[in-house]
């Protein structure tokens, strides 16, 4: 079993910064491509950025340029570093974990972004 547990999240003003770390814990070795997600009110889920235990990274077009998705192996740790935030970038952000060996994910809790105007 894997538990994702995410922090960072909070309140910033539009134009700021805010970087979200998740920490993985439990059988790291099942895991696979680590994402970020995003979930507004009355909207569905979304990928913000995901990346490969190699490294390699994805991003979603509205977080390009913007966010930047890291990860360090040997911490068990990913981030997501968010930049020139804007109002619609308020959400619950969660951590997901690709399962490696059987389909689905391992998700997190979720933190929660508010952007004010």
């Known amino acids: 079993q894997v538990q994702l547990v995410e922090s960072g999240g909070g309140l910033v003003q539009a134009g700021g910064s805010l970087k979200l770390s998740c920490a993985a814990s439990?059988?790291?070795?099942?895991?696979?491509?680590m994402g970020w997600y995003r979930q507004a009110p009355g909207k569905q889920r979304e990928l913000v950025a995901d990346?490969?235990?190699?490294?390699?990274?994805n991003y979603a077009d509205f977080a390009k340029g913007r966010f930047t998705i890291s990860r360090d192996n040997a911490k068990n740790m990913v981030y997501l570093q968010m930049d020139g935030l804007k109002p619609e970038d308020t959400a619950v952000y969660y951590c997901?974990?690709?399962?490696?060996?059987?389909?689905?994910?391992?998700w997190g809790q979720g933190t929660q972004v508010t952007v004010s105007s």
């Open positions: 997901r974990g690709q399962r490696a060996f059987s389909p689905g994910a391992y």
């Open positions: 990346i490969t235990s190699g490294g390699s990274t």
């Open positions: 439990g059988s790291i070795l099942s895991i696979t491509t």
